[in-house]
């Protein structure tokens, strides 16, 4: 199944190769025509998968789980400053995701949104130390009773060039449903309070909905 995110990429994904396979009949160097035939089939395969929407069970589905919201591996477990909305110290769980991984952000916890931002920027690498700050992303806050106000940033990378966030400010939002998309490579950052207990580790493969982040 595919996200709904890239059904105009893939219609046209689908159109393009049609045309190119078609029009390199006319080459007449074989191995030319065929290479030709082949990249493009390759092309359409790697856009198919980018946007794969894969249905997943959330075995841990709880109010005092935090899940993680995507695909990929766990780079960063920290504490740093957050200037946006906390104005203070949090402790930072970042998964950077690759162009091959699904790249569908889901709630990583339910509760009210109670900030929700856009702020254009630039594309640095998703992994580069000022992404999370210069680069294209969305700034969400989340209110979960039992871990109270956690934020999640998704963050464009350098082939990323269109983020998608589903959030509203005064929605109530439940874990494990759709939260947005970023096209094309990127990360998404999670500030949970200091002291909260991380339950990856660095380099860890996570995978959305399945890894627990936190528990308590």
């Known amino acids: 199944m595919f996200h709904k995110e890239g059904f105009k990429?893939?219609?046209g994904a689908l159109i393009a190769t049609a045309a190119i396979i078609l029009a390199a009949d006319m080459i007449t160097i074989e191995w030319l025509r065929l290479c030709v035939q082949l990249i493009t089939l390759f092309f359409l395969i790697m856009i198919l998968q980018f946007f794969r929407n894969p249905k997943r069970y959330i075995a841990n589905a709880s109010e005092h789980t935090i899940l993680a919201p995507v695909d990929g591996k766990v780079v960063?477990?920290?504490?740093?400053?957050?200037?946006e909305y906390f104005k203070d110290k949090r402790l930072m769980v970042s998964i950077f995701m690759s162009p091959i991984n699904v790249h569908?952000?889901?709630?990583?916890?339910?509760?009210l949104v109670k900030y929700s931002k856009y702020h254009p920027g630039k594309y640095l690498v998703a992994w580069h130390p000022k992404a999370s700050e210069e680069n294209e992303r969305t700034t969400v806050v989340i209110d979960n009773p039992?871990?109270?106000?956690?934020?999640?940033?998704?963050?464009?990378?350098?082939?990323a060039k269109r983020i998608v966030n589903y959030a509203k400010v005064g929605q109530q939002v439940v874990q494990g449903?759709?939260?947005?998309?970023?096209?094309f490579g990127s990360r998404v950052d999670i500030y949970l309070p200091i002291g909260t207990k991380v339950d990856v580790q660095l380099n860890q493969k996570a995978k959305?909905?399945?890894?627990?982040?936190?528990?308590?």
């Open 104 to 111: 569908v952000t889901r709630y990583a916890l339910s509760g």
């Open 208 to 216: 959305g909905n399945v890894t627990v982040i936190s528990k308590k």
């Open 9 to 11: 990429i893939i219609v």
């Open 76 to 83: 960063v477990i920290e504490e740093v400053y957050e200037p």
């Open 146 to 159: 039992v871990f109270g106000e956690v934020m999640y940033r998704q963050i464009a990378g350098a082939l």
């Open 177 to 183: 449903t759709d939260a947005g998309f970023i096209k």
